[in-house]
Each structure stands twice: as C-alpha cells, then as structure tokens.
C-alpha cells in the first residue's frame, strides 16, 4: 500500500545503471502471470467475438434474453449480501484477535484457517446436511418448537454457505489492519469527551476501514465467480452466473456465449469498483499508522 | 465548558488512594492536596506509581481504595469521558484520520458547539501553542515536537479546569524538549488551569513545577517546592533523586547532639543527630563540598577525608570531580573554574563543614531502585 507513496520509493536514480534490477526479480511472476492470466483472458475475448464467427453476436445474444440479465444482477446481489454477512461476522472476530494474549490469538487464527485447509467442496457438502430441510437447522428449529425454514436451494442458503467459505479473506486483512491501529487512540478520545460507542465510531471504525474495503473487494470479487456452492446449495431460483457460463460452455459448447458472458462480468466488476474508489480513498497518509 | 469558568483550575484531593494488581501494589495510600491552578509535577523512577496515579485523576485506572476529589467533588466511578479533565499523552495519540483542526475541534464536536464557535476556538487554541498555521495538515505530516503542541492545544481547547501531562516531552530531544517546558510554562501561566505533570526527569520537574511529590515504591516518600527538595530533603531516597549527592556510610556514633560516622579510619562529625533507630548516614551537596590538596587548609569545613580524583569533567563555567573514598565509595564535587584544578589520580582531601551534612535514615534498598 505504502509503495504508491513517492516517499517511500528509495532512491531509484541514486544507481541508475541497476534501476532495471527490482523487474528482473520480478519476472518469473510477470512471465506467469502472462501466461496463465493475461493469454487466457485474451483468449476468451477473441473467442466472444469470433466464435462462430466475428461479429458482437453472443454480446446481442446476452443482453437480448432477460434471463441472463437476471441472472447477472442476482450475481450482484448474491455477492453484495456474501460481503455483508461477512463484513458483520469478521469485524468482530478479527477485534477479538487484537485483543487477545498470543494463546486464544492462535487458537483463533486456526479457527479461520483449519476450514481454510479443507476444501470448498467438502465444505459446501457439509452445508448440505446443515441446511437441507430434514437437516440438523431445522431439526434444532422444529424441537425448539418453531416452523422449520426452506434453507436448501434458496438464496440465503447460498449466502450462508458462501460467507462461511469466503469469511477468512474477511477476517484476515482486517486483522492486519486493527492490529495496526492505536488502541491508546481510544483512550485519547474518552479524555476529550468521547463515550465508548462514540470513540469507536468516529476514531476505531474510519481507522479499520481500509481493511474492511481490502477485505470487502476481495470477498465482493470471489463471490462474483462462485460456482460450486451455488451450484451445490442453490436452486433454479439462484443460478449465478458461473453456472450459466458452465451450461454454455460444458454443456451446449457453446464457447463464444461463456466468453462474452466472462467479458461482461469482469466489465461490470472494474466499473464497480471505479465507482467505488473514491469512496474507499481515504485522505490520511500511511504514515499515520504506527 | 463555559469559556468565562474556565480561567480557573480545579483543586484534586488524592486521599489515601490504594491500587492493587493482584498482589501488587501499584499504589500503597497516596494522598496528595493539589491547590486550584498549581503546577504539581509528579516525580520519581519508572514503576514508582506516578503514571498510575495520573490514570486515577484521568479515570483509566480504577482505584481499589481512597477517595478522589477534582473541584471537590467526588469522581469515585465517574468514567473518563465525563470528567472533562484534558489529558496529553507522552505518544501524542493524535487521531491519524483527521487533520490537525479536526483533531483540535474534535472535544468541541462532541459537546456539541456550534461551529462558528468551534472554529474561533480551534483558531485560538492553535495560535496558543504556535501552530495556528497547520490546521489543514495531517499529524502524519508533522514532526513529534509539532504534533506534541497539537496535542496540547487539543487538551485544552475545551477550557478544561485541569490538565494532565504524561511524560509529554519524553520521546523529543533535549534542545526541543527545553523549548517546549517554556512553552508549557507560558501556556499554564496564561490559562491558570491546574497542571498535573509527570516525569522521571528532575531537572525537568524543577524547571516546571510549583511544587513536586516524589514517588517511590508506589508511595509518595515527599511533596514541596523544588528547593525543599533539594535543601531539606525527607529521605535518603529524595536526596539522590533530586540533584547530585554524595552520600557517606560508615560506623555511626551519636551521643549528645552530634553524629560522627568512622570512614576507613577517619571520622567525620555533624552537629545533629538522627531520630529514631535507623542508621545515619549523612548527604551532601556538590557545592557544600570542597578540594583541596592533603595537608592544605581547607576553606571550609572541620571534616576532611582523603580521596583520589577518578573522574574530572570539564563543564564550561565549572568543574565536576568524581572522587573516590578511602572505604571505595564515591564523591561527587563541583567547583568553579577559577579554583585550583585537579588532574586524574591525584591525591586529595574532600572537606565540608559538618553543619551542611543532612543526616538521614540509611534506606540502602534507595540504590537499587535508582538504577
């Protein structure tokens, strides 16, 4: 973060004859993302436009049925709601990270991990049994003495399967950011007046916010390409995109839709997250973290 | 928070203020008295229960026993955010999210002041430290000394009756750091808040304060002006900590009115003699003490005890002389240039005149705690 800083940057020109040295470093990386990212992604937009033949006709195709206008936004919406839900379970757990002795902190590190380490699959078919509605929710729900709830095959289903694998890379770079934040800056403002929930609002909250924007943008992107767990926890009623993509491609080879139906995700996506920049730029320097 | 009240400070009354962690005694029955509008420094090593005691005034800290007054009025469980005391922080704790003049306004906001009166207030109270020209900067874009002054002017915008420094000047240089104590100097005089100050650095604490209390072991061992201090000191503790001293340990005698301590074979008397049980041992002042060559006579004094220059510091407008005792202690020694100057391992006699010996009770746990 600090490296768009131009105080930061060492003296570049104090060596100018080794200035070229940090990019040979950095090649291997560059080379591999070229190769598994840049050609692939080139591939899939010369694809969308020219199979079956060159034209803008699978763009037409997308954006004349509605259902895949439909199903666009609902990718949306599905991701917006999986950033919130985690954006309001990890606040708290990662707070209690950086107030903890190293002891519970490890614990709870592994906590996030442990789940991190199993795979999303494996995760997901869990939820299955969690969420279906013979399943251990509405079991629980139903001896209580309440009407059980459709979890399986719904959207909440998805969101809740979805926040649960997508929540460690919420809590993580907001862990990252708190710990970094003055805890002694709360006391400064109880002596100037500050109750609790007042200092925490004007002065730890715009203090973490970076890291519930980094933490949002990744969770907010992952979501948009989730297949398995809405493939696995949703019904026909919350298809997301991936899943269309896949019935394109897999099922009606059809590789010019799935391309154009790519290209307009990442579209959309860089132009959220335009319109979001300002937002999330904040004025004070990083300097001003300790 | 009425600008007309504000030109007076409030009293605190510290009264026999107990604070235990576990079984640790961070404070062991502290009472102090502080006066409306006095500068008290709160002086003594780290861990002597100085910093504690502020974090009571403040409400950080709870207390396990004793009562609390600010303006008499008890503040027993009243939470930090409703004592309207300001406090500065020895870590500037200025908020990095918000400029300067949004730091300054930040108690004006909370109190909900209006904001042409909270803009000639944040004006005011920059201009008092100095700093009327940063308001739009960042505390990120300030050196420590700056942010410092912000800080202040951040705890006292709000007209608050009393003020709390902690150690505020410890992380800046020496030259920056006696700049700024005038600054605080000026700054009390102008508004006549009460300034409670804590340090562990002497010379500071006789540079600022009105008077000092001197902690130690979470007790305060004695409360008075500098000079008191530094004449009279109570305890064998006050009197090293306060300026340099030499102090002089040998096989006691009392009888009548006078002491006389046997050191390595010589004897040295005062014309006074210790209540109570404890063991004397006598203190004394560089300047009390005098050089001079063995078998001269002295200028002052009737006791002489012989020595070895160890160490010879050249200061400018005087000399400082480490001398080493016969019994292996050590004797610190000022004299002014125009004297006789001595020359390492030389053989001297130290003289003083009994009557500028402070005989004080031997509380050898002192050394450790000073180191």
Redesign the interface.
């Known amino acids: 973060m600090s490296a768009s800083d131009p105080i930061a940057q060492p003296a570049a020109d104090a060596r100018p004859g080794r200035a070229w040295r940090p990019f040979a470093l950095t090649a291997p990386a560059i080379i591999l993302l070229i190769a598994v990212i840049g050609y692939p992604l080139l591939t899939i937009v010369l694809r969308s436009l020219s199979e079956p033949e060159w034209g803008l006709q699978n763009y037409a195709w997308f954006f004349g049925a509605p259902v895949n206008l439909t199903v666009l936004q609902r990718t949306f919406t599905i991701s917006a709601w999986v950033t919130l839900v985690c954006v309001i379970a990890a606040y708290p757990y990662a707070y209690l990270m950086t107030a903890v002795g190293p002891r519970v902190r490890l614990v709870l590190v592994l906590c996030v991990l442990i789940p991190f380490w199993v795979s999303g699959v494996v995760r997901t078919l869990s939820w299955v049994i969690l969420l279906q509605d013979s399943g251990v929710i509405n079991s629980l729900l139903r001896s209580a003495g309440f009407s059980g709830v459709k979890l399986i095959r719904t959207q909440t289903g998805v969101v809740i399967g979805m926040a649960q694998v997508l929540l460690p890379f919420m809590i993580l770079p907001l862990y990252s950011v708190m710990q970094g934040i003055d805890l002694r800056l709360m006391r400064a403002a109880q002596s100037l007046g500050a109750r609790p929930s007042r200092a925490f609002f004007t002065v730890y909250l715009p203090l973490s916010l970076p890291g519930v924007y980094a933490g949002a943008i990744i969770v907010f992107i992952l979501s948009l390409g989730f297949y398995i767990t809405p493939a696995l926890l949703g019904g026909p009623r919350s298809t997301m995109l991936s899943t269309l993509v896949q019935t394109q491609v897999l099922s009606l080879l059809q590789w010019g839709r799935g391309g154009a139906m790519g290209v307009v995700l990442l579209v959309t996506t860089f132009v959220l997250l335009a319109l979001a920049a300002p937002v999330m730029r904040s004025r004070h320097r990083e300097a001003g973290r300790r | 928070m009425n600008p007309v009240q504000a030109s007076k400070g409030a009293a605190i009354d510290l009264e026999s203020i107990s604070k235990a962690y576990g079984g640790f005694k961070a404070l062991d029955g502290v009472s102090l008295r502080i006066e409306p509008g006095e500068f008290m420094t709160l002086l003594g090593p780290s861990g002597s229960g100085k910093t504690t005691t502020l974090n009571v005034i403040?409400?950080?800290t709870d207390v396990t026993s004793g009562k609390l007054l600010v303006g008499e009025k008890s503040v027993v469980g009243v939470?930090?955010?409703?004592?309207?005391?300001?406090?500065v922080?020895q870590?500037y704790?200025l908020?990095?999210?918000?400029s300067v003049g949004r730091n300054v306004a930040?108690?004006l906001t909370?109190?909900g002041i209006d904001q042409a009166t909270r803009q000639a207030r944040v004006a005011r109270a920059l201009d008092m430290v100095k700093m009327g020209d940063f308001a739009h900067r960042?505390?990120?874009?300030l050196s420590g000394g700056q942010q410092q002054r912000v800080a202040l002017a951040?705890?006292i915008v709000?007209d608050p009756p009393l003020l709390l420094m902690d150690e505020p000047l410890g992380a800046l240089d020496k030259k920056l750091r006696e700049w700024l104590q005038l600054e605080i100097k000026r700054i009390h005089r102008e508004l006549g808040t009460t300034f409670v100050y804590v340090t562990h650095d002497q010379e500071e604490a006789l540079v600022l304060s009105d008077r000092i209390a001197v902690f130690n072991r979470g007790r305060i061992e004695q409360v008075g002006t500098g000079r008191q201090l530094y004449d009279e000191p109570a305890t064998l503790f006050v009197g090293r900590f306060i300026g340099d001293s030499t102090v002089l340990r040998g096989q006691a005698r009392s009888d009548g009115n006078s002491t006389a301590l046997s050191i390595a074979g010589e004897t040295v008397t005062a014309p006074r003699r210790l209540a109570g049980e404890a063991s004397p041992v006598m203190l004394l002042r560089p300047e009390k003490l005098s050089l001079c060559r063995p078998g001269q006579n002295a200028a002052n004094g009737a006791n002489r005890l012989s020595g070895t220059i160890a160490e010879a510091i050249y200061l400018g407008s005087e000399s400082k002389y480490e001398v080493k005792l016969a019994d292996g202690s050590g004797a610190i020694v000022r004299s002014a240039l125009t004297g006789e100057s001595f020359g390492l391992g030389d053989k001297v006699e130290l003289c003083f005149d009994g009557t500028d010996a402070k005989l004080l009770a031997d509380d050898s746990t002192a050394d450790t705690t000073l180191t």
């Open positions: 403040a409400g950080f939470p930090a955010h409703k004592r309207n005391i300001g406090v922080f870590h704790a908020f990095p999210h918000m930040y108690p909370l109190r960042y505390p990120s874009e951040r705890a709000f």
